[in-house]
Structure formats: C-alpha cells, structure tokens
C-alpha cells in the first residue's frame, strides 16, 4: 500500500514544480516586458545638466612620472693640501659663477713663486751678459783675433741660458697655478648645499667628500620616463618638429602645471629590465617651485589635433558594451548613443566616432535618465551642488 501511495505522489509534486517554474518564467518576462515600454507620456523631465560638442585644437600629450635633478651638480673640491683659512659663503645660498668659496693657507706657494722669479732673474742676468759676449767673439773672430771653438762655445752658452730662462718662465707659470688653487671659486652658478669642512682644518686633494656641493637649480631638468611602445610616436613628433617639443610637470595627481619646458634629451637606448625609455626636459626655475628629488607628471606634447570633437570628460559613461553617452535630441529626449574614444585628459574626451559637431550630451544626472525620458536643463547651482 505505501509503494501504491508514493508512485501516486509523485506525479502530483512534479506538476507543482512545473507550475512554480513556469510562475517565475511570466514573471521574468512580465517585469522585461514592463521595462521595455517606453515610459508613460506624462512623465516629469528629468534635470540633469548638458553640454555641446565642440570641435577644437586638443593637444595630443602622452603622460609619465618623472624626477626634478639639477641641471648641473659640481662636488667642490680643494686641488691642493692645505689649511683651509677662511669659508666665502654662506650655506644655502645661491652663488655665482666665479665667486669665492673658500681660502686656503698661500704663504708657502708665494714663497716658491717668489724663488722662482728671483731664479729667473738670475738666469735673465747671465743671458745677457752671454749675449754681449757672443757679439764681442763675433767682431774678434772677424778680424781673426778669436778661433771658431771660441765663437761656438759662446754661441753654446747663451742657447743653454736662453732655454734656462725659459724653463725658469715654465716653473712661474707651475708656482702661479697653484698659487691660483688656494683661492677656491664657484664652477657654476647654483645653490650652495651643507659646509662640509670648518675653517682651521687641513684639506687634501684627496679627500673623498669635498668643500660643498653646488646645484645648479636655475634653470633645473626633470627626468621622467614613458612605456617603449610610445617611442614610435615621439620619435615621430621629434622628426616632424623644427622645435622642442613641449613638456609640462605638475605635482602628483594635480592638474594645475608648475612649470613649462622642452624636451631635451630622448635616452639612445630602451630600457629592456623596465620597457621604458628616459627622457630629459629643461625648465626655467626662478621662483625655485620645482626642487631636486621632488617627484611630479610630467606631460609631454607630442603635437595637437586640429578640430577634434569633444565633450566633458564626465559625459562619457561604461558599460558592458562599451563607452556610450546620453545624447539629447533636439525635442529634449534621451537616448544612448556608442562612442569611441580616442583620449581622455585635462576633463575633456576626444571622440572619433558617434557624435558630431553641436549635439547636445548630458554631463551631469545620468543616474536619473533612461532612454525615451524627457530632459529639463538643471540650474548651475544646482547641478555643482549635485557635483559636489
């Protein structure tokens, strides 16, 4: 008898389960039959804010990290030994090319240099008393009265005295040089780092870490990198262009620019470890708002795009399909339209394909919108409040 019951149960709960799954099947396509209505005629427009695509001049930029270095960097070093007597600047201070550093202890080099002017001297002397000499063997050996030997030895002599004096001009010009390395000037013009020796201390030529280290930090360079795969690209820039190309820096993750430079340097060789290639760009640096180690965008200019479409870069939405906008026709209703994309930067996108010059897009409320609703331009204030 419960094998009898079981078997007539079970036809009855199966027809149940069919029931429920065709339940939920009107249901699902009851609810996508509802969404795909177009909405009710009387609907309320939706506020949202729009703008008009417009064709302008977008410059065509690629984008990196980069590092500030200094122009130029000099590690000021004493090229003698020495007691260093007196420090000429001050630390932190700019200087100028030329300026006095630092003085070294000199009496020891005057006194050489005076030995070798009173050596010359001496030698000046006796040059010329051989040369009166030479004259005087010259009329004798005429009228027979010296030998040949005699006028060849004093030829000798005053051509040894002559190349004794100017050995003796050879040893000045020694003494004066390193008598010139006890006064220690700037190389370059920059900003003086940390004293590195005290006055009173004895320095050598040796020494490892110098006097003090100048950074030359006007004008200043940035050194920045990009993927290898936009090397064709700035190589062609760099071809079709009679001048630098253009860069701009900004902090990280800032929009306003610190500073405008060109490029200076494309690196001769891909980095294969990183796929990158280093780049170098000069800048004008006089209020010192860009600062060695300082990390910043760099934003190389490769050239603009001459009457591209745009639209505010907040109109462009994503979906599974792909970038679309609203567009507003002209009786004020929304519908999606595909774009493509061909850059976004600075809040504005470039669009190749989908828009045209003049069509309105929404920018701001497209969480309200559907297709086919209606759309009321919102008040500004009220839409930068809805921003913020």
């Given at each position: 008898m419960k094998?009898?019951?079981?078997m007539r149960?079970?036809?009855l709960?199966?027809?149940l389960?069919l029931?429920v799954?065709?339940?939920?099947?009107?249901l699902g396509?009851?609810?996508?039959?509802?969404s795909?209505?177009?909405?009710?005629?009387g609907?309320?427009?939706?506020?949202?804010?729009?703008?008009?695509v417009?064709r302008q001049d977008?410059?065509?930029?690629?984008?990196?990290?980069?590092?500030?270095?200094?122009l130029?960097t000099?590690?000021?070093?004493s090229?003698?030994d020495?007691q260093?007597e007196?420090?000429g600047?001050?630390?932190?201070?700019?200087?100028k090319?030329g300026q006095?550093?630092?003085?070294l202890d000199?009496?020891?080099?005057?006194?050489?240099?005076?030995?070798t002017?009173?050596q010359?001297?001496?030698d000046q002397?006796?040059?010329?008393?051989?040369r009166?000499?030479l004259?005087?063997?010259?009329?004798?050996?005429?009228q027979?009265?010296?030998?040949?030997?005699?006028?060849?030895?004093?030829?000798?002599l005053?051509?040894?005295?002559?190349?004794a004096?100017?050995?003796?001009?050879?040893?000045i010009?020694?003494a004066?040089?390193q008598?010139?390395?006890t006064?220690?000037?700037?190389?370059i013009?920059?900003?003086?780092?940390a004293r590195l020796?005290d006055?009173?201390n004895?320095?050598?030529a040796?020494?490892?870490?110098?006097?003090v280290?100048?950074?030359?930090i006007?004008p200043?360079?940035?050194v920045?990198?990009l993927?290898d795969?936009?090397?064709?690209?700035?190589?062609?820039a760099?071809?079709?262009s009679?001048?630098?190309?253009a860069?701009?820096?900004?902090?990280?993750?800032?929009?306003?620019p610190?500073a405008?430079g060109s490029?200076?340097?494309l690196?001769?060789q891909?980095d294969?470890?990183s796929?990158t290639?280093?780049?170098?760009?000069r800048?004008?640096?006089p209020r010192h708002?860009?600062?060695?180690g300082?990390y910043?965008?760099?934003r190389?200019?490769?050239g603009?795009?001459?009457?591209?479409?745009?639209?505010?870069?907040?109109?462009?939405?994503?979906g599974?399909?792909?970038?679309?906008?609203?567009a507003?026709?002209?009786d004020?209703t929304a519908?999606v339209?595909?774009v493509?994309?061909?850059?976004?930067?600075?809040g504005?996108?470039v669009?190749d394909?989908?828009?045209?010059a003049?069509q309105r897009?929404?920018?701001d409320g497209?969480?309200?919108l559907?297709p086919?609703?209606?759309?009321?331009?919102?008040?500004r204030?009220?839409?930068?409040?809805?921003?913020?």
């Open positions: 094998r009898i019951f079981s149960r079970r036809p709960w199966a027809l389960a029931l799954v065709a339940s939920v099947l009107m396509a009851g609810q996508r039959a509802r795909a209505k177009p909405p009710p005629a609907a309320a427009p939706v506020q949202a804010s729009t703008a008009v417009q977008v410059p065509i930029a690629l984008s990196g990290v980069g590092a500030v270095t200094p130029a000099v590690t000021v070093r090229r003698i020495g260093l007196r420090v600047f001050a630390e932190g201070q700019d200087v090319t006095l550093l630092a003085q000199a009496r020891a080099l005057k006194a050489a240099l005076e030995q002017l009173a010359k001297a001496r002397a006796l040059l010329g008393n051989a009166v000499d004259q005087r063997y010259t009329t004798l050996s005429a027979d009265a010296a030998t040949p030997q005699q006028l060849a030895t004093q030829k000798a005053v051509a040894q005295l002559e190349a004096v100017q050995m003796d001009q050879a040893q010009d020694a004066r040089v008598l010139s390395y006064t220690i000037t700037a190389p013009g920059g900003r003086v780092g020796v006055a009173g004895i320095v050598h040796a020494d490892p870490g110098g006097l280290v100048i950074n030359q006007d200043i360079a940035v920045f990198t993927p795969t936009d090397f064709q690209a700035i190589n062609r760099l071809q079709g009679r001048t630098p190309l860069v701009q820096v900004s902090e990280r993750n800032a929009a306003q610190l405008r490029l200076t340097l690196n001769n891909i294969p470890a796929g290639v280093q780049l170098k760009a800048f004008d640096n708002t860009l600062w060695p300082q910043v965008d760099a190389l200019i490769l603009l795009r001459h009457g591209a479409l745009t639209v505010p870069a907040a109109a462009v939405q994503r599974p399909q792909g970038t679309y906008v609203y507003v026709d002209a004020d519908r339209q595909a493509t994309v061909a850059q976004i930067q600075d504005v996108a669009i394909q989908g828009l045209a003049g897009v929404v920018v497209q969480y309200k559907r086919g609703l209606k759309v009321a331009e919102a008040p204030a009220a839409a930068s409040g809805a921003s913020r």
